[in-house]
């Protein structure tokens, strides 16, 4: 079956890096679009950022732009999220989520584009 394991989440100060990794099983990973939500305490899910089948299209949350740069390394069935100058506010529990639909910017922000998601990893950033 499908399996999505996100890692590499944890508490970290503000202003210092994280970078995820999402592992995938199952699925035919080069095929499809994958995108990164995250989730805080009492607030809806929101889109973070996603990339296109083969890295080239990407696309990120105004409130990440310029900080945070989604990546996949289809060899290893894998995509990341690197995750720089980190804010208190981007304290949440990140997904990872595939689909297998074309890449648009419309589309990929929308978490019922998505079919298959990850257990989600904590990520803390204290002040």
């Known amino acids: 079956q499908v399996q999505l394991v996100e890692s590499g989440g944890g508490l970290v100060q503000a202003g210092g890096s994280l970078r995820l990794s999402c592992a995938a099983s199952?699925?035919?990973?080069?095929?499809?679009?994958w995108g990164w939500f995250r989730q805080a305490p009492g607030k809806e899910r929101e889109f973070v950022g996603a990339?296109?089948?083969?890295?080239?299209?990407?696309y990120s949350a105004d409130s990440v732009k310029g900080r945070f740069t989604i990546s996949r390394d289809n060899a290893k069935n894998t995509v990341f999220l690197q995750m720089n100058s980190l804010k208190p506010e981007d304290t949440a529990v990140y997904y990872c989520?595939?689909?297998?639909?074309?890449?648009?910017?419309?589309?990929?922000?929308?978490?019922?584009?998505?079919?298959?998601w990850g257990q989600g990893t904590q990520v803390t950033v204290s002040s």
């Open positions: 199952g699925l035919t990973f080069s095929y499809y679009t």
């Open positions: 989520a595939a689909s297998a639909r074309d890449f648009t910017i419309v589309g990929s922000t929308n978490t019922r584009t998505y079919t298959y």
């Open positions: 990339i296109g089948r083969r890295g080239g299209s990407t």
